[in-house]
């Protein structure tokens, strides 16, 4: 008989890049293939997190549909091609666009997750640069583009973002914020900070959720205060009223650290507080309550999130959320918001970009934080004229389920001569592509996440270390940045000279057979620590399971300000004209016939778009459904599990109803990035789907004039039932 040697096993160290919680994990790895992820419970920093979308990762990895070969459109089908047949089709048909329009004719699309991969984002724009193109769009639109404007015009560069010390905090107000089920993460990161704001309240600390929706974390709140979906604004202005009116701002940091609190002052009296009340559907006396409690508390914080964003008046509602913070001495105060150094100054960084002035082609609007709009896209797609996008690549993106009005972008997508995906799996919007190219999973690439250091809530180094090697063809997408650029013979970061140093690496890699010799990600990365604050190249080795290099220190904020006279500006001139501008428009009317606010909340086991049809996740039913209060469901004589459409100007979805008092009256919550379908490029089977995408009711003006949003989480919408008989996949009440 045959003896048969068990493969051995090999424990990866190594941390999940799906969000910026980063928790460390240990991946068992058997014959190249992930066969366990687990929490490293020896990870320093994020040993208190981890999440069921990272356990199951390696089911991604192992998708039967996964893209692992570059694939090229012909007709309806796809074929499978080479890398180099991919290149050189791509670059001769973006310089035939270029050629023929100008640099703008090519435009990108970059979602969420390649904020998680330096390689990816920085190759990226070494190309972009090398072409010239400034048709450059993102998620940031329909996520965090209001904190980038607040951090521009407060704090000098719009990478400016205090860190919470969570620990030491006696009062959390936290403003559209669900972190029980998001974990503490949006531009800044504290692993286990629900658990650890739970700790707190439990020695006696104070948690306030500001939601629309009886959320997770609304259930364990001390107060949920359920505002009116998109007038956050009005309640934080209302509570700095109340502030300065009452003579309870901290007259030192009012004095030195900020700038423009006498304008601030008089925004404030210009505002009613009744006003503001009616505006945000909160009683006065509950706003004056919560104004002087967050004032008295020793150590206090407001933290806001998508839920303030996701709206017209989301950046004053951003700006106003740190302004309380900065009035009542919050900043770089225990149990406020510190600046986090990390191991380097993305600041400074950031600030030797060259700021550039690119006006959109149809609108004339300006960027922000680098990037156009994605309400702008479908018509810049379609429009004829000198500039016009011919060409894309859609990078680790879903904006058709992302984004507003996907129908209309779906149909611009499909006008394009090119569409490059690079992905995992072919979606919802990479259904017209002409490529389909293959990325690399995290468990497949190595990542030294060094420009979001300062993010994390102490010094915090981890190198990512790849678990397995990525199938088939597929590769990390600096790879395919990097060939394109040289195969349009255009200069890499528009620099002159560097395409032939990289191909000079290259000759030499391959001469040497060591292909670490070429250029690549790994030559950055290692400039950067030998470059950085407080680490060593070794020593970030020598910790496989993560490294706190330092303690939480305070101190540092004024200095790393990055405005000229080293103050917070407090009352940007753009920010009190848009709030007077708020304070004259009518009180919010729901239009004739749509009298629903359409709201949105997350799930722990969904990462917006994408891993809904992952097997292991949501055991409890792959779905969305349409959550409605009693109240509205009586008057619409909806019962639970009953068909209902839900309808705005621009399109409509027909769901289940699930009636629920967790959304306030007024309020329907349909979760947002279901309905995406996953297509079969190479078995040609049916595309799977789950839920509807809810995002086709909204539309995609008007935005947020200041940071471009659209009202995501606020649009109008109207519901009637469809029919009464319940479905058999309904839930018995
Ligand atoms: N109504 C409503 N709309 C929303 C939101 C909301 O709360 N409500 N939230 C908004 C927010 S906060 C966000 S971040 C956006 C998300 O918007 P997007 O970033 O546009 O979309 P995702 O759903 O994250 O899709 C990400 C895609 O990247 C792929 N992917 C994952 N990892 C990698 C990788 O490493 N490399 C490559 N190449 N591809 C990868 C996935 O397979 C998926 O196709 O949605 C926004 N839209
Ligand atoms: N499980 C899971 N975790 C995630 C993600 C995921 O998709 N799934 N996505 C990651 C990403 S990309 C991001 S950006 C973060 C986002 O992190 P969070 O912003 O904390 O995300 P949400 O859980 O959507 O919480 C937003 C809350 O705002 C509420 N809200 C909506 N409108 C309003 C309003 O007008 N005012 C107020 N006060 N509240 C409002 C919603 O009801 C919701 O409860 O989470 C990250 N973590
Ligand atoms: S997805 Fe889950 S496991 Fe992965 S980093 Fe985020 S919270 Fe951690
Ligand atoms: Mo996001």
């Not at 050629?99 to 904020?115: K, L």
């Not at 259904?431 to 999973?441: D, I």
């Not at 001139?573 to 919010?588: G, K, M």
Request: proline residues 7%.
């Amino acid at each position: 008989m045959l003896e048969v040697t068990p493969t051995p096993q090999q424990t990866v160290h190594t941390f999940c890049r799906y969000c910026l919680a980063s928790c460390g994990v240990d991946v068992t790895v058997e014959a190249g293939r992930v066969v366990k992820i687990s929490a490293d419970k020896q990870n320093p920093h994020s040993w208190a997190d981890f999440c069921a979308k990272g356990r199951t990762a390696a089911q991604l990895v192992d998708h039967p549909r996964r893209i692992t070969t570059p694939m090229r459109r012909v007709g309806e089908r796809y074929v499978e091609a080479t890398w180099d047949e991919a290149i050189a089709d791509i670059a001769k048909r973006m310089s035939a666009a270029i050629e023929a329009g100008g640099p703008d004719a090519v435009a990108t699309y970059t979602g969420n997750p390649a904020g998680f991969s330096s390689s990816n984002l920085l190759f990226m724009t070494g190309w972009l640069d090398a072409i010239g193109s400034q048709n450059r769009y993102y998620v940031g639109s329909v996520d965090q583009n209001n904190l980038h404007v607040v951090a521009q015009a407060m704090y000098g560069s719009q990478l400016f973002v205090p860190v919470s010390d969570v620990d030491n905090c006696d009062f959390f107000l936290l403003v559209g914020a669900n972190p029980a089920v998001s974990a503490w993460n949006w531009v800044e990161s504290v692993p286990g900070g629900w658990q650890r704001a739970l700790t707190r309240q439990r020695q006696g600390a104070k948690i306030v959720v500001v939601d629309p929706v009886r959320t997770e974390s609304a259930a364990k709140a001390d107060i949920h205060v359920a505002i009116r979906p998109g007038q956050d604004w009005a309640l934080l202005l209302g509570m700095i009223k109340v502030i300065f009116d009452e003579g309870r701002e901290h007259p030192a940091d009012c004095r030195d650290l900020a700038l423009g609190t006498s304008e601030l002052r008089s925004l404030a009296a210009a505002a009613d507080l009744d006003d503001l009340a009616a505006r945000c559907d909160v009683p006065r006396a509950d706003i004056e309550s919560l104004a002087r409690d967050f004032a008295a508390a020793p150590g206090a914080m407001v933290v806001t999130r998508t839920g303030v964003s996701l709206h017209l008046a989301g950046t004053i509602g951003e700006w106003l959320g740190h302004v309380l913070n900065v009035i009542t001495g919050r900043m770089d105060r225990p149990g406020g918001r510190r600046f986090e150094r990390g191991y380097v100054d993305s600041l400074k960084l950031a600030a030797f970009a060259k700021p550039v002035d690119h006006r959109s082609r149809l609108q004339g609007r300006p960027m922000v934080a680098g990037h156009h709009g994605l309400d702008e896209l479908p018509d810049e797609i379609t429009t004829e004229g000198p500039g016009q996008i011919r060409a894309m690549v859609i990078n680790a993106g879903n904006p058709v389920v992302s984004g507003p009005d996907g129908a209309r972008l779906d149909a611009a997508l499909a006008q394009l001569d090119l569409l490059v995906v690079i992905d995992f799996l072919q979606r919802e919007s990479h259904r017209h592509a002409h490529w389909l190219l293959p990325a690399a999973h995290w468990l497949e690439r190595d990542d030294l996440l060094a420009l979001t250091s300062g993010l994390h809530d102490e010094p915090y180094v981890q190198y990512g270390r790849r678990a397995v090697d990525p199938p088939g063809q597929a590769r990390p997408e600096w790879q395919f940045f990097l060939d394109l650029t040289l195969a349009m013979k255009r200069p890499f970061l528009g620099m002159k000279g560097l395409n032939g140093f990289v191909k000079a690496t290259r000759r030499v890699a391959k001469l040497t057979r060591r292909p670490s010799l070429a250029f690549g990600p790994h030559w950055i990365d290692r400039i950067i620590v030998a470059s950085s604050r407080g680490i060593t190249w070794r020593a970030v080795m020598e910790h496989p399971h993560g490294w706190v290099f330092g303690r939480r220190e305070f101190g540092y904020l004024r200095t790393a300000l990055r405005t000229d006279d080293k103050k917070i500006h407090v009352a940007p001139a753009e920010f009190v004209a848009r709030t007077h501008e708020l304070l004259a428009e009518p009180h919010p009317n729901a239009p004739e016939g749509l009298p629903f606010q359409l709201a949105n909340s997350r799930r722990r086991h969904s990462m917006n778009s994408w891993l809904n049809d992952i097997p292991g996740l949501h055991p409890s039913g792959k779905d969305n459904r349409a959550v409605i209060n009693p109240k509205d469901a009586v008057a619409l004589g909806i019962t639970d599990g009953d068909r209902v459409r839900v309808f705005s100007p621009i399109g409509e979805v027909v769901l289940t109803a699930e009636v629920s008092d967790r959304p306030r009256p007024g309020v329907v919550i349909v979760d947002h990035g279901w309905g995406s379908r996953v297509f079969d490029p190479s078995g040609g089977g049916e595309p799977i789907s789950f839920g509807v995408n809810r995002n086709l009711l909204v539309g995609g003006s008007p935005v947020d004039p200041l940071s471009q949003t659209p009202a995501l989480s606020s649009a109008y919408v109207g519901v009637e039932r469809v029919t009464s008989q319940p479905r058999a996949d309904a839930k018995t009440p």
